[in-house]
Structure formats: C-alpha cells, structure tokens
C-alpha cells in the first residue's frame, strides 16, 4: 500500500483531486516494474507489467483510453490454461522516452521502445520501435513523417 500511494504522489494524482479533475491510471502486475518521470500525464491510461517493465520520460502526454501492455500469454495451452497463465518476466519492456506525446486510444505492446519527442496518432497500434521525433500512426503504427521542431 505505502508502495501505491508513493506512485500516486508521484504522479501527482491527489492534487488532480483537490482541483476537482479525475485521472484513473490502471495498473496490472508489480506496480515496482513501472517507472514514471516527471510531469506526465496519465489520463486513465491502463499499464500491464506482468511481462516486462514500463519506463515513462519526463514530460510525457497520455490522452484518453490508452494501453500499455507488456502482458504475454502462453498461446500454446488452450481454453483457461491460456487465459490464466501469463508468461512473467519475458523481458517485453516498453520505453517511452521524454516528450512524447500519445494520443488517444494508442495501445503500446511490448517489447518496445518510442524515441523523444515523436507523436503517436490517435487510435493507433504501436508494435515496433518508433525513433525520436517522428509521427507515427496507423494499425500497425508506422512512420509517417519527421517532426519539425522549432
């Protein structure tokens, strides 16, 4: 418990609170494989960490209804051995470096990493790296072009 409410200070979720905003990450797995910097915005972004770990930049933007998972399941087993069982620890870290900027409804699975600064399209899929300073989106997330940064 001292353990999630530390998470929560970090993120600074009790003074959305006190301002009357509402944000709802949801976590999955071992909360200490979660590294968050500083100034994010988590919206009500879902994190599964039952496979790997998440490491989260500074400065970095969720908007609504994304996920980030590293979850893996065993897909030769079958019926609700398959969907019980995850495969912990299978090394499917994601990487979110600083400044980016995930829009809406993105989900992120793992391994994978987004380089500083690029932008991931609303709706989109991301399954493979994405460098820094791109736009990215589509399912499967792909680069569409370089960000021109002023």
């Excluded at 980030?68 to 030769?76: M, R």
């Excluded at 620890?89 to 992120?108: F, L, M, Q």
Aim: glycine share 12%; hydrophobic share 40%.
């Amino acid at each position: 418990m001292e353990l999630l409410i530390s998470f929560l200070k970090k993120i600074n979720f009790f003074s959305f609170l006190r301002q009357g905003l509402s944000i709802t990450p949801l976590y999955y797995g071992d909360i200490k494989r979660l590294s968050v910097g500083k100034r994010v915005s988590l919206a009500n972004t879902l994190f599964n960490m039952r496979s790997g770990n998440v490491k989260i930049g500074n400065g970095v933007i969720f908007g609504h209804d994304c996920m980030v998972l590293t979850g893996f399941h065993d897909y030769s087993k079958s019926g609700e051995d398959r969907e019980r069982i995850t495969v912990e620890n299978a090394n499917r870290n994601i990487v979110i470096e600083d400044g980016v900027w995930v829009a809406s409804g993105v989900i992120i699975i793992g391994p994978v990493k987004i380089g500083k600064n690029a932008v991931i399209g609303a709706g989109s899929v991301v399954s493979k790296n994405i460098e820094q300073g791109m736009i990215a989106y589509g399912i499967p997330a792909k680069v569409k072009r370089k960000i021109k940064i002023n």
